[in-house]
């Protein structure tokens, strides 16, 4: 596969007024369409609309992995290493309070970098960075 096209997802969040803080103002998202039940985004390139459902909130568990416990559900974006360690300094830098706090795990191989943040709607978002963040990279055995 020679590219990659970008994605879409709906996910639901209680206030629009404290997911485009989030989303806007600390990861710097673009915002599209906006109203008083939505908003659209273009997180890195890939479209998500945060849809208002004020009676639910998101299924909490995790798995655990080599080193850590990981939240699931959870979603994200892949990134070259470059511009990962930008956002994560941006983020430390604002204070930002981690669910995982950045870090390189995997050493070797299928070295990554990954932190973990969750907005204030308890939707969890993974942020990789790799060397090489292809997809052969990405679906390479571990």
């Given at each position: 596969?020679?590219?990659?096209?970008?994605?879409?997802?709906?996910?639901?969040v209680?206030?629009?007024?404290?997911?485009?803080?989030?989303?806007?103002?600390?990861?710097?998202?673009?915002?599209?369409?906006?109203?008083?039940?939505?908003?659209?985004?273009?997180?890195?390139?890939?479209?998500?609309?945060?849809?208002?459902?004020?009676?639910?909130?998101?299924?909490?568990?995790?798995?655990?992995?080599?080193?850590?416990?990981?939240?699931?559900?959870?979603?994200?974006?892949?990134?070259?290493?470059?511009?990962?360690?930008?956002?994560?300094?941006?983020?430390?830098?604002?204070?930002?309070?981690f669910?995982?706090?950045?870090?390189?795990?995997?050493?070797?191989?299928h070295?990554?970098?990954?932190?973990?943040?969750?907005?204030?709607?308890?939707?969890?978002?993974?942020?990789?960075?790799?060397?090489?963040?292809?997809?052969?990279?990405?679906?390479?055995?571990?």
């Amino acid at each position: 596969m020679a590219s990659t096209s970008p994605f879409h997802l709906a996910f639901t969040v209680r206030d629009i007024g404290e997911t485009r803080a989030f989303f806007g103002g600390l990861l710097g998202c673009a915002e599209g369409f906006v109203s008083d039940t939505r908003v659209d985004f273009d997180f890195f390139g890939n479209h998500l609309v945060a849809h208002v459902r004020r009676d639910t909130a998101p299924v909490a568990g995790n798995i655990q992995t080599d080193e850590q416990r990981i939240p699931l559900p959870h979603f994200g974006v892949i990134l070259d290493l470059a511009a990962w360690e930008t956002l994560a300094e941006r983020l430390r830098g604002q204070g930002t309070k981690f669910l995982l706090e950045p870090r390189v795990r995997g050493k070797g191989a299928h070295e990554q970098a990954v932190m973990f943040l969750t907005d204030p709607s308890g939707n969890t978002f993974e942020f990789k960075g790799l060397k090489d963040p292809t997809p052969a990279q990405l679906l390479a055995r571990r």
